[in-house]
């Protein structure tokens, strides 16, 4: 089932982070192997020569490849992950407009996956690419202690 939300009037499924929702990152869709995510470029996510901030890039980028490797089938729950290596080549600046990132599962394993992905600018413009891999993470256990 592909998940969307157009123009804030569909409810869209939460991102379940804090850190995405503080710097106002919007889900776009998501379904196994193939997630994309959108951000509109604010003052706050610049750096001080007025261009997009690098680590909100990398930001990005991890997310959706990290989330594209979440779900493993339609009707599976979803996972958690760890990212073990992130690789980012910046291609071109960016200073307003909304981006779109997208990341999709090039191979999967039990514990492992590998994912790429690619940040695009309003018009078009290819602003930087990422690998990664990424390791499930066991379901979290809560403890009595708080620990």
Known sequence: MTEYIADGKAKAPDLDNPL??????RLLEWTPGHCALALDIESRHLNRQASL???????????ACGYAGLKISADAAVSNAVTVMLTVSYLSGVQQGRLTA???????????????????AEDGRLIA???GTFKRASPLVSRADGL
């Open 20 to 25: 995405l929702e503080h710097l106002g990152v």
């Open 129 to 131: 690419t990422a690998q």
């Open 102 to 120: 997208e990341g999709r599962v090039t191979r999967a394993g039990h514990r492992l996956y590998f994912a790429s992905g690619q940040l695009l």
């Open 53 to 63: 901030q690098g680590g909100v890039i990398a930001t990005l980028l991890d997310s």
